[in-house]
């Protein structure tokens, strides 16, 4: 409550710009280089892009930390960004599996999922 309103900008753009559009080019590559199958949607595209892009972001967030000269850079290396790298698993973890369950049971609710990509005729 003692922050800058410029503070939310900028959290949101990372947070959900950043956040959306790594997910979705990742995505995106996958999709352009690997077989259309169930399992690498669910492992390679839910499990690994929501780990790396949980990491990217949290390396961002401590960069523009370090940049605006909120807190020290080595702080930051060993007490902040571990623990992004740790939850980083954590996240993925539940993604996919969540991802997983909207797959199975409300597949329409899954805005990158199309049945005829990846379960015709397999």
Not at 5 to 34: D, K, Q, R
Not at 40 to 49: K, N, P, R, T, V
Not at 69 to 84: I, S, T
């Amino acid at each position: 409550g003692h922050s800058a309103p410029v503070n939310l900008v900028v959290t949101s753009l990372i947070n959900a710009y950043l956040s959306v559009s790594i997910c979705y080019l990742f995505f995106l590559v996958i999709e352009a280089f690997m077989p259309r199958h169930l399992f690498i949607y669910l492992f390679l595209s839910a499990f690994f892009g929501s780990a790396i892009n949980f990491i990217i972001v949290g390396t961002v967030s401590a960069l523009l930390l370090a940049i605006f000269g909120a807190y020290d850079w080595h702080m930051l290396v060993y007490e902040f960004l571990p623990y992004y790298y740790l939850l980083g698993f954590a996240e993925a973890f539940i993604t996919c599996g969540l991802i997983t369950v909207f797959v199975v049971y409300r597949p329409k609710w899954v805005f990158s999922f199309r049945d005829e990509r990846y379960l015709k005729g397999k």
